[in-house]
């Protein structure tokens, strides 16, 4: 059974920073994309941040330059560095992994999975940031 779970919300201040974890059973980083989601209640999940599984990155626009993604293949563990912290970044933040999407062009540029081709899903933690 694939398991992934979150960890490390909380309420911070504007400015203040998180980081949340996401540790994975059942299923394997090294030949996965990894991916943060958000949501607020209401709201469509956005993409955060994803990460391929040669470590290439991609960034909302909104998080870029604040926000880092890391993963730890030996732990099966990914990492989201959240830094200046705005109210507008309070949302539930899943963790989402898939082994069907994205891919690479001759070049090694990679595209990430579509949202729908993320297979796996954690439950969530919540961040709330306060001005």
């Known amino acids: 059974e694939v398991q992934l779970v979150e960890s490390g919300g909380g309420s911070v201040q504007t400015g203040g920073s998180l980081r949340l974890s996401c540790t994975a059973s059942?299923?394997?980083?090294?030949?996965?994309?990894i991916a943060w989601y958000r949501q607020v209640p209401g709201n469509e999940c956005d993409l955060v941040s994803s990460i391929s599984s040669d470590g290439q990155t991609r960034y909302s626009d909104s998080v870029k330059g604040r926000f880092t993604i890391s993963q730890n293949n030996a732990k099966n563990t990914l990492t989201l560095e959240m830094n200046s912290l705005k109210p507008e970044d309070s949302a539930m933040y899943y963790c989402a992994g898939s082994t069907v999407g994205g891919g690479w062009s001759d070049s090694g540029f990679w595209t990430p999975p579509f949202e729908y081709q993320y297979t796996y899903w954690g439950q969530g933690t919540q961040v709330t940031v306060s001005s």
């Open positions: 059942g299923f394997t980083f090294d030949d996965a994309d």
